[in-house]
């Protein structure tokens, strides 16, 4: 069974620009999840979907973040214009239900110059 | 305010030298403890998830432990090919897991 997919898996872009993260969760994972991890630290939460609502996104800077669910299956994650503190790796992950065991994609590393 | 402590910072062992990471946390509503393992440049990959105190759950060299307090992340025997940073996180009655900053294992041959 495949597991979490995110693409880009590297992404570099100027300060002020725009990006955007996808992901693919597990088939049939209704809940998928929105991380940030800073170097040497652990993921912290962004924003929690379940199906297409967005159930928790109270961490979300909704000034420059936005996400979207299309369907309930795949995720889009995007910054705009992004700046030089969004460097970091984005991970999305997948559960079956919310309680459940969540499964992480490989990250996307954004390095912002 | 719900938090999750990870100790040590770092380990660092020889092959076959047994220890113990160690996961406190406070968190109100606690729905399961979970481990994770991560290698550099990789998402976490998902180890145990423990309920109840007393719990216990093995894996190969590692077994992990729950109390009401804190979790224990025992190590039997290391091998390098074990050399990653092993993650834990509590669940909360929201769904949502809060992570401690991990634990960076390398055990040397």
């Known amino acids: 069974e495949a597991g979490v997919v995110q693409s880009p898996r590297y992404k570099i872009i100027e300060k002020k620009q725009p990006v955007a993260f996808w992901c693919n969760p597990i088939?049939?994972?209704?809940?998928l999840y929105w991380y940030l991890q800073n170097l040497g630290q652990g993921p912290e939460l962004l924003i929690r979907?379940?199906?297409?609502?967005?159930?928790?996104d109270s961490q979300l800077p909704k000034d420059r973040f936005s996400a979207e669910r299309l369907k309930g299956v795949d995720s889009t994650l995007k910054i705009q214009p992004a700046e030089l503190g969004d460097s970091a790796v984005y991970l999305c992950?997948?559960?079956?239900?919310?309680?459940?065991?969540?499964?992480f994609g490989p990250g996307t590393r954004l390095t912002v110059l | 305010e719900d938090q999750v402590t990870q100790s040590p910072e770092a380990l660092r062992l020889q092959e076959g030298e047994s220890s113990s990471l160690n996961c406190s946390y406070t968190?109100?509503?606690?729905?399961?403890l979970f481990w994770y393992r991560q290698d550099p440049g990789k998402g976490p990959e998902f180890l145990f998830t423990?309920?109840?105190a007393g719990e216990e759950k093995e894996k190969e060299r590692l077994k992990a432990t729950l109390t009401k307090k804190e979790s224990f992340l025992h190590i039997t025997a290391p091998k390098p090919e074990d050399s990653a940073t092993y993650l834990c996180?509590?669940?909360?009655?929201?769904?949502?897991?809060?992570f401690g900053k991990g634990t960076k294992l390398s055990v040397k041959p």
């Open positions: 992950a997948s559960s079956a239900q919310p309680m459940d065991t969540q499964y």
């Open positions: 088939s049939g994972h209704n809940t």
């Open positions: 979907y379940e199906n297409e609502e967005a159930v928790d």
């Open positions: 968190v109100s509503g606690l729905r399961g």
């Open positions: 423990l309920y109840s």
């Open positions: 996180a509590a669940g909360r009655s929201q769904g949502n897991l809060i």
